[in-house]
């Protein structure tokens, strides 16, 4: 009676604006151990790098890249400018803003810059391309990002015009309608001659589209400069993400935030830019046939089509089932696995490719103390990309309940809270995909397709999608947690699985660095070299214990040096003798080469960040900008070549005490 009492009142108080179906998948809560990574996921309930390699390939020039508009040739456009002509001889103003309906972009063109500046361009972004080095100083390319350039001929009506997406999402938990790309214009897909990896080429601040509502379609220098920077840094982490080719002033440009600022564009690029917001609005309105129709676009587009899709688990998720971790896939898209409320047909095998992926990416998030700031559904990717950069950080001290957005008041997309964020917006896909896997083996009938559910059928379709998506959760929850687990054991320099590593090694880490207040990444960048024959005693491990500290010394509440020392040599004990079981008594030098290559010494810190933005856009450098860009590259480095030793030791040293934990705002 009392949990009745209380799913009530949560229904009515938190999900009012959500239908019953799928609530029960938010509220499931298994029983777990205590300890603090536990505590941080038991909400979970309910290339190269990231790109592929081109080998010898050198690259092709702008022109000769192949582009093409899959996007635009499969998918319906506004019916109020259907062609590109359409769309061209309009005005601006006749555009938009205005609502969309029925479709998934509009074609728009970028307003022109006028002299523009190229700030900045990414040497590994060029090269996953697919363009050679060089081409970066033509002419078209300098035209092509800051949107003077595109490839569709007026006179001809041929080429590849641009478009800009439509989208919705839930915003801080609330329904937010019809939001889309409301200064991110893409150009054309491109696709690497060696890789043949495809990629949708778009200007971020390229201008007023139909989906810009209130505001100017520009983007600032300030954040433009931090999305630059952070994307091309995440992919050099390994943490899938959206990329940044370039960064272009638009001097002319001003543009009106807090302040008056100088305007930018930046040029991105990701195999797609569909988000969860884009069902979120079409499922809003009530349109099944155009869900129906994206769903198949992104199974058949986006991934690598139906057969590549995980099968059914012939078992309960777990972290340490083969079956979970690496599910076996090539299952004909007609074909209907399971029976019973627990059948998948390919639409649920879809919607957990989703999850899976999007699993994958939280991991590295948590591994990594990276924090978006603001995961609302319209910035959550379907491919698992980390998406959209506004108010976003890396911690600097380990504080779990830290969110880098000074307007998330109730800290509801913090640091700790990103699992289950991420979680709470799959569940809103799994209410738009809700018909679709609920129909099972029915999915493709005529009945189904051309009307819909019948009353008879629709009790089944709920239960079947309600636990086909309660199992999907836990099937989430398996996979962030092995593939969590995965990367603190390299960065911990573990080869071995350990179940007590858990609490041992990684809990204890967490729980000595908050205490402490010590630095998150400085923590495994520091423990890398320390040596094992040097934490024979306990007075040789209270020695070592000071090289995590800041540089004033020991800081935390009731935090003294004796006290600091003593906690951290005694977790250094329980690391070293954890270690030597892996490496044995003279593999420290092995052991720290594997170490430095998962361990960062740079990453982009908000003050890095903030210092860089200052010096170029009030000190008028330029030069700093490949110089952070080169170590954001190649963040497992020693050192770099950018000409400056002391700025590079600088950035990669001790936070700022006034400069730790900075937060910023959505602007931008």
Request: with cysteine; hydrophobic share 35%; charged share 25%.
């Amino acid at each position: 009676m009392l949990n009745d009492l209380l799913y009530k009142t949560i229904k009515i108080l938190i999900f009012s604006l959500f239908p019953y179906m799928l609530l029960r998948t938010l509220l499931h809560r298994p029983q777990l151990p205590t300890s603090r990574l536990i505590q941080m996921t038991a909400h979970l309930s309910n290339g190269a790098l990231n790109g592929t390699s081109n080998g010898d390939f050198a690259g092709v020039s702008l022109q000769d890249l192949p582009k093409s508009n899959v996007f635009t040739s499969k998918l319906p456009p506004d019916p109020e400018y259907k062609t590109p002509s359409a769309s061209h001889n309009a005005s601006r103003e006749d555009l938009g803003p205005r609502m969309v309906k029925g479709a998934l972009y509009t074609f728009v063109r970028p307003e022109k810059t006028p002299d523009p500046e190229l700030l900045g361009v990414s040497p590994a972004a060029m090269r996953d391309i697919g363009l050679r080095s060089g081409e970066e100083d033509t002419t078209d390319f300098k035209a092509l990002v800051a949107g003077n350039k595109i490839y569709w001929d007026p006179q001809t009506e041929k080429g590849i015009y641009p478009w800009a997406q439509c989208y919705g999402g839930y915003q801080f938990g609330s329904w937010a309608g019809q939001l889309g790309d409301g200064r991110a214009i893409s150009l054309f897909e491109s696709t690497n001659p060696a890789t043949s990896t495809r990629y949708e080429i778009q200007l971020k601040g390229a201008g007023r589209t139909p989906y810009s509502r209130f505001a100017d379609g520009k983007a600032v220098l300030r954040s433009s400069i931090r999305e630059f920077i952070v994307s091309e840094a995440l992919n050099a982490l390994h943490i899938p993400s959206t990329r940044a080719l370039s960064l272009t002033l638009a001097p002319k440009a001003r543009v009106r935030r807090e302040r008056i600022e100088p305007g930018a564009i930046v040029a991105r690029f990701a195999q797609s830019w569909l988000r969860i917001g884009t069902f979120d609005l079409l499922r809003a309105r009530g349109d099944r046939k155009l869900l129906r129709t994206l769903a198949t676009y992104v199974a058949e587009e986006v991934y690598s089509g139906w057969t590549s899709l995980p099968s059914i688990l012939p078992e309960p998720a777990s972290t340490t089932s083969t079956a979970t971790i690496k599910p076996s896939r090539d299952v004909p898209p007609e074909k209907t696995e399971g029976e019973g409320l627990g059948a998948e047909n390919r639409f649920a095998r879809l919607y957990r490719e989703i999850v899976r992926r999007n699993a994958l990416t939280v991991a590295y998030w948590q591994a990594y103390a990276f924090t978006n700031g603001v995961l609302n559904t319209d910035n959550t990717s379907l491919l698992g990309l980390s998406l959209d950069f506004g108010p976003f950080a890396f911690l600097d001290n380990f504080d779990p309940s830290y969110t880098p957005n000074h307007d998330d008041h109730a800290l509801r997309y913090s640091y700790r809270n990103q699992p289950s964020i991420i979680w709470w917006n799959l569940v809103r896909l799994g209410e738009s995909f809700g018909e679709l896997i609920g129909a099972g083996a029915d999915v493709d009938g005529e009945q189904f397709i051309n009307k819909g559910v019948s009353k008879e059928l629709a009790p089944e379709l709920i239960r079947r999608a309600e636990t086909i998506i309660e199992r999907v959760g836990e099937e989430y929850k398996a996979v962030f947690l092995a593939e969590y687990t995965r990367l603190m054991r390299l960065r911990f320099g573990l080869l071995s699985e350990d179940p007590k590593d858990f609490d041992a090694i990684f809990s204890e880490a967490l729980d000595t660095m908050e205490a402490l207040q010590l630095d998150f990444n400085h923590f495994f960048r520091r423990l890398c070299d320390v040596r094992v024959r040097d934490l024979a005693t306990e007075e040789q491990r209270k020695k070592i214990a000071h090289k995590f500290f800041h540089a004033e010394g020991v800081t935390g509440l009731g935090n003294n040096e004796e006290k600091a020392r003593t906690r951290i040599a005694a977790w250094l004990e329980t690391w070293r003798d954890r270690v030597r079981k892996d490496w044995g008594d003279d593999g420290d030098e092995r052991r720290e080469a594997a170490m430095k290559k998962v361990n960062p010494k740079f990453i982009p810190r908000s003050w890095v960040l903030d210092e860089l933005i200052q010096r170029v856009e009030h000190g008028g450098e330029r030069k700093v900008i490949s110089q952070v860009m080169e170590m954001a590259l190649n963040p497992f480095e020693d050192e770099w070549e950018t000409g400056d030793k002391e700025q590079e030791e600088r950035f990669c040293g001790d936070v700022p005490r006034q400069n730790r934990q900075m937060m910023c705002s959505c602007s931008s």
